[in-house]
């Protein structure tokens, strides 16, 4: 038995009590892993492939597409009542061309950046040129230029899509994205910078490569913190077969990768899962996102698709708790943590749009 002098608990009982009346006021509520929709889906843009970031002085910044006479525009909105409206706060960049797969961050000198996917074709539509571009704002998103192409490929199968940038705990920029090798091969890459995104480090492969003939992408990445792995999450199909939801884990802060595990296995037959992201939520609660078309027997595509959730607590092991956070239609969606009970699931439901969930 452990001996607490007498004087010590008749000390700390009253205390306790305390606690428990104000509802341990100190002491922050962890997340659940039930989650539940709160309140109606807000309008975050009209468009598609909506991200956000959560900016130092407590305003929320997202990024979307949209398209208008011939050009693709990379819409960039805030929200300054922690998600619960959005209003237009800039254009990233427009041009002709394929130009989409918008995602921002904030460095910690304030600067903003946007990565996007910004690909030539030729009049035929046939893709001429594949780059990863990185446009930099100092007024917090109002106005744009350029900054650097981490990627670039001629065309052939060499596309790069998809990118998503995180800030390593050593404060290094860390760009991930998906690159082709085939039509039929994908792998998850990873390139650096130090010196804000300015310039970058060669490419390393995350995800896929030890596997020719299956498609990694569209991944997104998360950690719960110090001590605790770094998940990255990707949809992957093989060579005629269906997308589904898988993961690599990093516990040196994304310089090696392993212990590749499924995520989700859409239910029923010939149906996908795939577009997932990943965040953690309280600092112990991992959710994943991901779009499924398992909910129709239209076998559309991603059309049909809509954007569900999973919670883990045991660092992306094991996964439970599916929910719907948008039904058909609900694709290319994103997450981002609001506090530490609560995040917004982003998707594409007729534009992109913004739900709270709480978790439980
Ligand atoms: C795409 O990349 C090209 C080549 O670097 C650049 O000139 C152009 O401005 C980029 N497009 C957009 C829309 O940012
Ligand atoms: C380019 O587009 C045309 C018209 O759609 C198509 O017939 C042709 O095969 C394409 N070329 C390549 C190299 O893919």
Redesign the pocket.
């Known amino acids: 038995m452990l001996s607490i002098p007498r004087f010590a608990t008749l000390f700390l009982l009253p205390l306790l009590f305390f606690v428990q009346l104000t509802g341990g006021a100190c002491i922050p509520k962890r997340a659940g892993v039930a989650p539940a929709l709160s309140g109606n889906a807000v309008t975050f843009g009209a468009g598609t492939y909506p991200r956000a970031t959560r900016l130092s002085n407590g305003n929320l910044l997202g990024a979307y597409t949209s398209t208008s006479n011939g050009e693709n525009i990379i819409n960039i909105v805030i929200s300054t009542n922690n998600g619960a409206s959005w209003q237009a706060q800039g254009v990233a960049t427009r041009g002709v061309g394929d130009i989409d797969n918008p995602f921002p961050i904030q460095l910690s000198s304030g600067r903003v950046l946007v990565a996007f996917r910004n690909h030539s074709k ?1 009049a ?3 893709y001429t040129f594949f780059r990863i571009t990185v446009c930099f704002s100092d007024d917090l998103g109002k106005t744009w230029q350029f900054l650097s192409q981490p990627a670039s490929d001629p065309a052939g199968p060499n596309g790069n899509w998809e990118p998503f940038m995180r800030l390593s705990n050593a404060n290094v920029l860390q760009l991930y994205y998906s690159r082709e090798n085939s039509k039929t091969d994908q792998d998850s890459l990873l390139r650096t910078s130090t010196d804000g995104g300015a310039t970058w480090s060669t490419a390393a492969v995350i995800s896929g490569g030890e596997l020719s003939g299956n498609r990694d992408g569209m991944l997104g990445v998360a950690t719960c913190g110090t001590g605790q792995p770094l998940v990255a999450i990707f949809e992957t199909v093989p060579v005629g077969g269906q997308f589904s939801v898988w993961s690599v884990r990093s516990t040196d802060d994304g310089k090696t990768w392993g212990d590749r595990r499924q995520v989700y296995q859409p239910t029923g037959t010939n149906n996908n899962a795939g577009a997932p992201q990943i965040i953690c939520v309280g600092g112990t609660t991992l959710v994943a996102s991901f779009m499924t078309d398992e909910d129709t027997s239209a076998h559309q595509w991603p059309q049909q698709a809509a954007m569900k959730i999973l919670t883990s607590n045991d660092g992306g092991i094991t996964w439970g708790h599916k929910t719907t956070a948008f039904a058909v239609p609900g694709f290319w969606p994103g997450l981002l943590t609001l506090d530490s009970t609560s995040f917004l699931a982003l998707a594409d439901h007729n534009g992109a749009k913004a739900q709270k969930i709480v978790l439980n």
């Open positions: 030729d035929n539509g046939n």
